[in-house]
C-alpha cells in the first residue's frame, strides 16, 4: 500500500488512462476524487475501486462552475489534495482533420479541455499544497506535443503548451516541496487510440493497466529532479 | 458589551469603494496599496502591499486563514411566487441561518414567516423562524446535499459597490482550502504566492488556521455595529498552535485569524489546539493575548470590524489612521487596499 493516507483526484476517470490511474491509486491506498463528464461510467470506475475510499464528481472540466464544484467538494471530503492527475484530455474532430480544415470551434475546445483546465485546476488546488510544502501534480501529453503529425493539429498544440506549462510552473516551485511533471505514457490500447488510429495492432499498443504502474512509480519516488521535464512513462523508475 | 461610539468621523466617499479586485483594474493580485501604522512611534507610513517584507523581519509569523469562500447567496421561491436571495450566515448540519433579501439591487431584506415553505432548486425547505439572539437571520431546514446544492446554484454575495458580477474564482484568496465561508476573508486575498514565497526566503514563517467566516452585513447598521454576534466554525491545528507559541512576533493575516487564535488563546499567552464554534467578541478592553500585529482591509466604521480594531489601536491613532485613509483615497472593503498594524 505505497500511497495509503493519500489523497488523489483523477480528472477523465471514467475510461481508459483515468481508469487504470483509479484503480490501481486505489489499490495501493490512495482515497480518490474522480471526475468525468458521465456520470454511469464513472460511478462504474468508482465501484471497481476496491477498499478507497472514493468521491465521484461527473464534471465537464472546461466548466469553471465544475471545476469549483470539483474542487470545494473534494477538499470537503478530504481536507487536501495531494496527487493531482490532469489526465481528461480531448482528441477532437475524427477522422482527424487537416488544420486548413479544423472547425475553429473544435480547436477552441480541445484547448479547453487540455490545457486551460489543467491551469485551472492545479492553480484551484496548489495553494493548498503548498501551505502543507507538499504535493505532485502530474499533467498527461503524448508525443504528439513534440512530433508534427498530420491531422494531430489541435490536440499536439495544447499538449505542447501543456509541457510548457509543466516546465514555466515547475521552475515558479523549484525551492518548494511541490512538484510537477508531464508525463507521457505512450501508444495505449484505449478509446481515444482507436479513434486516433482506427487500424493500429493493439498488440504492440502498451496497456493502460501498466501504464498506470509507471504513474504509481513516479508518484512514490518523487524524483525532484525531474520535475518539469516530459518524461515516458516506459521509463520511470526502470 | 457596550461599546463607546467614535466621535463622528467624516463619511467614506463612494468612489473610495473598490468595485473590483486589483487584477480585474488592469494590476496584480498583489497590486494594491498598503498602509502601515506603527503603534508604538505612533507613525503612519504609505507603501505598496508587494513591499510588505520591508515592515517584517525574519522570525516573524504570518498567520493565514486558509478557509476557501462558497458561493452564500443563492434563489429560493416563497409559495406566493417571490423570489427572495437567501445568503448563507451560518451553516450547522441540519439547519441553516440566513439572511434573506430582495434577489435585485440594493437587496432589501425580506422578512420571512415562521413555517413557510421555500422552493430551492427543486427541492423544499420549511422557515423554522427567527433566531431568538439575532432576529434579522432566519433559521431553515438545511438541504441534505447541501453544499452541493450550493455549489450547483449559489453566487457570491455582492453588495452595492461592486456593480457587476465578478467570477467566483476572484473571491478565493491564493490559501483557499475547505470550503466554508459566506463572504472572502479579505485580508487574504491581495497575497499571491509570489509574495508568500519570497517572504519565505526572506525568513518570514507561514501558519494556517480555519475559520469560516459568516456574513459581514446583516444589512441593518445597528445589528451590525455589535456583530459578528453569531457564531463562527474555527480550527486551530496542533501545528499552527506550536509555530504560534514559538514566534517572537505573531502577526495575523485579517480579522478572522484574530478570533480563531483568540479564542485558542489558553490565557498564558500561548494557544492550543482547538476547533469549533467560537462566539469570541474582541474589542476595546479586549488586549489581545497572542496576535501582536495585524493585516486588515479598510472597512466602514459602523462594522464591528472596527471594533477588532480598537482591541489593537487607541481612538486617537485609529481615528487618524481612519482620516489618513481617506485623505491619501485608499480603496475599501474586500476588493480593496490593506493595512498592516505593528
Known amino acids: ?238 | 458589551m457596550v461599546v463607546s461610539p467614535l466621535k463622528p468621523l467624516p463619511a467614506l466617499p463612494a468612489e473610495l469603494r473598490a468595485h473590483l479586485p486589483a487584477e480585474l483594474r488592469g494590476r496584480r493580485r498583489d497590486g494594491v496599496r498598503l498602509m502601515v501604522i506603527d503603534r508604538a512611534a505612533r507613525r503612519i507610513e504609505h507603501a505598496e502591499f508587494a513591499r510588505l517584507g520591508s515592515f517584517l523581519r525574519a522570525g516573524d509569523l504570518l498567520v493565514v486563514n486558509r478557509s476557501r469562500t462558497i458561493p452564500a447567496a443563492f434563489p429560493a421561491r416563497r409559495d406566493g411566487g417571490e423570489l427572495v436571495q437567501l445568503r448563507i450566515c451560518v451553516r450547522h448540519t441540519d439547519e441553516w441561518h440566513v439572511l434573506a433579501v430582495r434577489p435585485d439591487p440594493p437587496h432589501a431584506n425580506v422578512a420571512l414567516r415562521a413555517g413557510e415553505r421555500l422552493r430551492m432548486d427543486g427541492v423544499d425547505t420549511i422557515v423554522r423562524g427567527r433566531r431568538a439572539d439575532l432576529p434579522l437571520l432566519w433559521r431553515i431546514d438545511a438541504p441534505s446535499d447541501g453544499l452541493e446544492r450550493l455549489l450547483r446554484t449559489g453566487e457570491p454575495i455582492r453588495y452595492s459597490y461592486v456593480p457587476a458580477p465578478v467570477p467566483a474564482s476572484h473571491y478565493q484568496t491564493v490559501f483557499a482550502t475547505e470550503p466554508g465561508s459566506a463572504e472572502t476573508p479579505s485580508a487574504g486575498r491581495s497575497f499571491s504566492w509570489e509574495l508568500v514565497l519570497a517572504l519565505q526566503r526572506g525568513g518570514i514563517d507561514l501558519a494556517h488556521v480555519l475559520l469560516h467566516t459568516g456574513l459581514s452585513s446583516l444589512q441593518d447598521d445597528d445589528v451590525d455595529a455589535e456583530h459578528p454576534l453569531f457564531e463562527e466554525w474555527f480550527a486551530v491545528e496542533a501545528r499552527a498552535a506550536d509555530a504560534v507559541n514559538r514566534a517572537p512576533r505573531v502577526i495575523a493575516v485579517g480579522t478572522t485569524v484574530v478570533r480563531a487564535l483568540e479564542t485558542a488563546a489558553t490565557g498564558q499567552g500561548q494557544v492550543q489546539a482547538m476547533q469549533g464554534w467560537t462566539r469570541l467578541r474582541l474589542g476595546p478592553g479586549s488586549p489581545l493575548q497572542v496576535v501582536d500585529g495585524l493585516v486588515t482591509g479598510f472597512h466602514e466604521p459602523q462594522a464591528s470590524h472596527f471594533d477588532l480594531l480598537r482591541a489593537l489601536l487607541d481612538e486617537t491613532l485609529l481615528e487618524r489612521a481612519y482620516r489618513e485613509a481617506i485623505a491619501a483615497r485608499y480603496l475599501w472593503h474586500e476588493f480593496g487596499d490593506l493595512c498592516l498594524i505593528l
Open chain 1, 1 to 238: 500500500m505505497q500511497l495509503e493516507g493519500k489523497v488523489a483526484l483523477i480528472t477523465g476517470a471514467s475510461r481508459g488512462l483515468g481508469r487504470s490511474l483509479a484503480i490501481a491509486f486505489g489499490r495501493e491506498g490512495a482515497a480518490l476524487a474522480l471526475c468525468a463528464r458521465g456520470q454511469k461510467a464513472l460511478e462504474q470506475v468508482a465501484s471497481e475501486v476496491a477498499g478507497a475510499p472514493v468521491l465521484a464528481v461527473p464534471a465537464d472540466v472546461r466548466s469553471m462552475r465544475h471545476l469549483d464544484q470539483l474542487v470545494a467538494l473534494t477538499l470537503d471530503r478530504y481536507q487536501r489534495v495531494d496527487i493531482l492527475v490532469n489526465n481528461a484530455s480531448e482528441l477532437g474532430p475524427t477522422p482527424l482533420p487537416y488544420l486548413a480544415d479544423y472547425a475553429p470551434a473544435a480547436f477552441d475546445d480541445v484547448l479547453q479541455v487540455n490545457l486551460v483546465a489543467p491551469f485551472r485546476l492545479t492553480q484551484a488546488l496548489i495553494g493548498s499544497m503548498l501551505l502543507r510544502d507538499r504535493g505532485v501534480i502530474i499533467n498527461v501529453t503524448s508525443d504528439a506535443a513534440v512530433s508534427g503529425y498530420p491531422g494531430w493539429g489541435a490536440y499536439a498544440v495544447s499538449k505542447a503548451a501543456l509541457e510548457g506549462l509543466t516546465r514555466t510552473w515547475a521552475a515558479e516551485l523549484a525551492q518548494t516541496g511541490v512538484r510537477i511533471y508531464a508525463v507521457d505514457p505512450g501508444d495505449m490500447d484505449t478509446d481515444m487510440h482507436r479513434a486516433a488510429i482506427p487500424d493500429a495492432d493493439p498488440s504492440v499498443l502498451a496497456r493502460p493497466d501498466d501504464v498506470a504502474r509507471a504513474f504509481v512509480r513516479l508518484v512514490t519516488t518523487g524524483a525532484a529532479d525531474l520535475a518539469g521535464q516530459r518524461l515516458e512513462a516506459t521509463a520511470i523508475g526502470r
